[in-house]
Protein backbone atom coordinates (compact mmCIF):
# COMPACT_ATOMS: atom_id res chain seq x y z
CA UNK A 1 0.00 0.00 0.00
CA UNK A 2 0.59 3.65 -1.12
CA UNK A 3 2.22 5.53 2.15
CA UNK A 4 2.98 9.10 3.25
CA UNK A 5 5.81 10.52 5.33
CA UNK A 6 5.38 13.89 7.22
CA UNK A 7 7.57 15.68 9.29
CA UNK A 8 6.91 14.91 12.89
CA UNK A 9 6.34 18.63 14.09
CA UNK A 10 6.26 21.70 12.97
CA UNK A 11 6.10 25.46 14.12
CA UNK A 12 4.50 28.83 13.48
CA UNK A 13 4.26 32.52 14.74
CA UNK A 14 -0.36 33.06 14.72
CA UNK A 15 -1.44 34.86 11.17
CA UNK A 16 1.74 33.88 9.43
CA UNK A 17 0.90 30.80 6.51
CA UNK A 18 1.94 27.70 7.33
CA UNK A 19 3.22 24.82 4.31
CA UNK A 20 2.31 21.29 5.82
CA UNK A 21 4.67 18.47 3.95
CA UNK A 22 3.95 15.57 2.75
CA UNK A 23 5.72 13.15 0.39
CA UNK A 24 3.88 10.02 -1.29
CA UNK A 25 5.89 8.86 -3.77
CA UNK A 26 4.42 5.42 -4.37
CA UNK A 27 1.08 6.95 -5.10
CA UNK A 28 -0.85 5.15 -7.84
CA UNK A 29 -3.07 6.70 -10.40
CA UNK A 30 -6.50 6.12 -8.83
CA UNK A 31 -5.41 7.81 -5.07
CA UNK A 32 -6.71 10.80 -3.93
CA UNK A 33 -4.67 12.76 -1.35
CA UNK A 34 -6.64 13.65 1.57
CA UNK A 35 -5.65 16.10 4.66
CA UNK A 36 -7.50 16.02 7.78
CA UNK A 37 -6.81 17.25 11.38
CA UNK A 38 -7.34 16.43 15.07
CA UNK A 39 -7.84 19.57 17.51
CA UNK A 40 -6.72 18.21 21.26
CA UNK A 41 -9.62 15.42 22.87
CA UNK A 42 -11.57 15.42 19.67
CA UNK A 43 -11.41 12.58 16.59
CA UNK A 44 -9.62 14.22 13.07
CA UNK A 45 -11.68 16.53 10.80
CA UNK A 46 -11.85 16.52 7.16
CA UNK A 47 -9.65 19.55 5.64
CA UNK A 48 -9.35 19.20 2.18
CA UNK A 49 -8.60 16.79 -0.97
CA UNK A 50 -7.09 16.46 -4.16
CA UNK A 51 -6.58 14.57 -6.94
CA UNK A 52 -4.16 16.45 -9.66
CA UNK A 53 -4.91 19.97 -9.62
CA UNK A 54 -4.37 22.21 -6.64
CA UNK A 55 -7.58 22.91 -4.26
CA UNK A 56 -8.75 25.27 -2.03
CA UNK A 57 -11.41 25.35 0.54
CA UNK A 58 -12.40 27.74 2.99
CA UNK A 59 -9.94 26.15 5.58
CA UNK A 60 -7.01 25.38 3.51
CA UNK A 61 -5.34 25.29 0.16
CA UNK A 62 -3.53 21.55 -0.93
CA UNK A 63 -0.63 22.00 -3.30
CA UNK A 64 -0.38 19.03 -5.76
CA UNK A 65 2.87 18.42 -7.01
CA UNK A 66 3.23 17.86 -11.03
CA UNK A 67 4.20 14.11 -10.55
CA UNK A 68 1.95 13.66 -7.47
CA UNK A 69 4.40 12.55 -5.46
CA UNK A 70 4.47 15.09 -3.07
CA UNK A 71 1.97 17.95 -1.54
CA UNK A 72 1.57 20.82 0.49
CA UNK A 73 -1.20 21.82 2.95
CA UNK A 74 -1.51 25.76 3.39
CA UNK A 75 -2.87 27.32 5.58
CA UNK A 76 -3.05 31.28 4.73
CA UNK A 77 -3.09 32.60 8.21
CA UNK A 78 -2.51 30.67 11.43
CA UNK A 79 -4.39 30.53 13.98
CA UNK A 80 -4.23 29.88 17.64
CA UNK A 81 -7.35 27.15 17.03
CA UNK A 82 -4.90 25.57 14.18
CA UNK A 83 -2.94 23.64 16.68
CA UNK A 84 -3.60 20.45 15.79
CA UNK A 85 -2.18 17.15 14.13
CA UNK A 86 -2.25 17.11 10.76
CA UNK A 87 -2.91 13.94 8.68
CA UNK A 88 -1.86 13.01 4.92
CA UNK A 89 -3.65 10.14 3.57
CA UNK A 90 -4.26 8.89 0.26
CA UNK A 91 -7.37 6.85 -0.55
CA UNK A 92 -8.40 4.74 -3.57
CA UNK A 93 -11.07 6.49 -5.83
CA UNK A 94 -12.30 3.16 -7.18
CA UNK A 95 -14.22 2.25 -3.83
CA UNK A 96 -11.41 0.10 -2.37
CA UNK A 97 -10.88 0.81 0.91
CA UNK A 98 -6.63 1.97 1.72
CA UNK A 99 -6.10 4.16 4.45
CA UNK A 100 -3.33 4.37 6.19
CA UNK A 101 -2.82 7.83 8.04
CA UNK A 102 0.35 7.32 10.02
CA UNK A 103 1.31 9.80 13.14
CA UNK A 104 0.96 13.17 11.15
CA UNK A 105 2.62 16.62 12.18
CA UNK A 106 1.93 18.01 15.16
CA UNK A 107 1.53 21.73 14.55
CA UNK A 108 2.85 24.37 17.06
CA UNK A 109 1.67 27.93 16.98
CA UNK A 110 2.65 30.68 19.02
CA UNK A 111 0.90 34.11 19.46
CA UNK B 1 -27.05 16.58 18.45
CA UNK B 2 -23.47 14.66 17.27
CA UNK B 3 -23.84 13.03 13.70
CA UNK B 4 -21.69 10.29 15.29
CA UNK B 5 -21.81 8.99 18.83
CA UNK B 6 -20.01 6.59 20.74
CA UNK B 7 -20.75 4.69 24.04
CA UNK B 8 -19.11 5.07 26.49
CA UNK B 9 -16.78 7.68 26.34
CA UNK B 10 -14.67 6.34 29.04
CA UNK B 11 -14.08 2.60 30.47
CA UNK B 12 -12.20 0.87 32.85
CA UNK B 13 -12.07 -2.41 32.83
CA UNK B 14 -9.94 -5.49 33.94
CA UNK B 15 -8.26 -8.31 32.32
CA UNK B 16 -9.92 -10.63 30.47
CA UNK B 17 -13.60 -9.40 30.85
CA UNK B 18 -15.60 -8.61 27.75
CA UNK B 19 -15.70 -5.14 26.48
CA UNK B 20 -18.49 -3.39 23.68
CA UNK B 21 -18.16 -0.24 22.46
CA UNK B 22 -20.86 1.26 19.94
CA UNK B 23 -21.26 3.63 17.60
CA UNK B 24 -24.41 5.03 15.91
CA UNK B 25 -24.40 7.52 13.80
CA UNK B 26 -27.55 9.93 12.04
CA UNK B 27 -25.81 10.82 8.81
CA UNK B 28 -27.09 8.04 6.86
CA UNK B 29 -24.11 6.56 5.31
CA UNK B 30 -22.89 3.38 4.59
CA UNK B 31 -19.69 3.13 5.26
CA UNK B 32 -18.43 2.67 9.15
CA UNK B 33 -15.34 2.42 10.59
CA UNK B 34 -13.40 1.37 13.89
CA UNK B 35 -9.97 2.90 14.59
CA UNK B 36 -7.77 2.80 17.69
CA UNK B 37 -5.14 5.41 18.55
CA UNK B 38 -2.21 5.04 20.70
CA UNK B 39 0.25 7.78 21.41
CA UNK B 40 2.23 8.92 18.39
CA UNK B 41 1.09 6.37 16.41
CA UNK B 42 -1.99 7.98 14.31
CA UNK B 43 -5.02 5.78 13.94
CA UNK B 44 -5.14 2.59 12.78
CA UNK B 45 -7.98 0.61 11.54
CA UNK B 46 -9.52 -2.16 13.17
CA UNK B 47 -12.46 -3.18 11.56
CA UNK B 48 -14.74 -1.93 8.65
CA UNK B 49 -18.32 -2.28 7.15
CA UNK B 50 -19.17 -0.72 3.72
CA UNK B 51 -22.52 -1.98 4.60
CA UNK B 52 -25.28 -3.71 6.82
CA UNK B 53 -24.15 -7.24 5.35
CA UNK B 54 -20.32 -6.04 5.05
CA UNK B 55 -17.38 -6.95 7.25
CA UNK B 56 -13.73 -6.45 6.75
CA UNK B 57 -10.71 -6.82 8.61
CA UNK B 58 -8.53 -3.99 9.20
CA UNK B 59 -4.64 -3.60 10.00
CA UNK B 60 -5.56 -4.58 13.40
CA UNK B 61 -8.21 -6.81 14.20
CA UNK B 62 -6.94 -9.73 15.69
CA UNK B 63 -8.25 -9.62 19.44
CA UNK B 64 -11.36 -7.61 18.36
CA UNK B 65 -15.04 -8.50 16.67
CA UNK B 66 -17.66 -6.23 15.19
CA UNK B 67 -21.38 -6.13 14.27
CA UNK B 68 -23.36 -4.01 12.18
CA UNK B 69 -26.61 -4.39 13.34
CA UNK B 70 -28.22 -1.90 11.15
CA UNK B 71 -26.84 0.86 8.83
CA UNK B 72 -27.12 3.09 11.95
CA UNK B 73 -24.85 0.94 14.37
CA UNK B 74 -21.77 -0.38 14.57
CA UNK B 75 -20.20 -2.23 17.27
CA UNK B 76 -16.99 -3.06 18.74
CA UNK B 77 -16.09 -6.13 21.00
CA UNK B 78 -13.13 -7.06 22.67
CA UNK B 79 -13.84 -10.78 23.71
CA UNK B 80 -11.00 -10.87 26.28
CA UNK B 81 -9.56 -7.49 27.01
CA UNK B 82 -5.97 -7.11 27.76
CA UNK B 83 -3.53 -4.32 28.77
CA UNK B 84 -2.11 -3.82 25.64
CA UNK B 85 -5.85 -2.68 24.07
CA UNK B 86 -5.70 0.23 25.95
CA UNK B 87 -6.21 3.36 23.46
CA UNK B 88 -8.28 5.89 22.74
CA UNK B 89 -10.72 4.31 20.06
CA UNK B 90 -12.62 6.16 17.05
CA UNK B 91 -15.52 5.11 14.71
CA UNK B 92 -15.80 6.94 11.71
CA UNK B 93 -18.74 6.77 8.70
CA UNK B 94 -18.20 7.94 5.00
CA UNK B 95 -21.02 8.03 2.03
CA UNK B 96 -18.74 7.34 -1.41
CA UNK B 97 -21.50 9.80 -2.99
CA UNK B 98 -21.12 11.11 -6.37
CA UNK B 99 -17.61 12.88 -5.23
CA UNK B 100 -15.94 9.97 -4.66
CA UNK B 101 -13.52 11.37 -2.40
CA UNK B 102 -15.19 9.64 0.75
CA UNK B 103 -14.40 12.06 3.34
CA UNK B 104 -15.00 10.43 6.81
CA UNK B 105 -16.60 11.80 10.19
CA UNK B 106 -15.00 10.54 13.33
CA UNK B 107 -17.03 9.98 16.49
CA UNK B 108 -15.41 11.87 20.01
CA UNK B 109 -14.01 8.71 20.76
CA UNK B 110 -14.26 6.24 24.06
CA UNK B 111 -11.18 5.74 25.51
CA UNK B 112 -10.64 1.95 27.13
CA UNK B 113 -8.13 1.32 29.96
CA UNK B 114 -7.42 -2.04 30.71
CA UNK B 115 -5.91 -3.14 34.08
Known amino acids: DAKTTQPNSMESNEEEPVHLPCNHS???????IHWYRQLPSQGPEYVIHGLTSNVNNRMASLAIAEDRKSSTLILHRATLRDAAVYYCILRDATGGFKTIFGAGTRLFVKA | DADVTQTPRNRITKTGKRIMLECSQT?????MYWYRQDPGLGLRLIYYSFDVKDINKGEISDGYSVSRQAQAKFSLSLESAIPNQTALYFC??????????????FGPGTRLTVL
Open chain 1, 26 to 32: TISGTDY
Open chain 2, 27 to 31: KGHDR
Open chain 2, 92 to 105: ATSDLGESRHDEQF
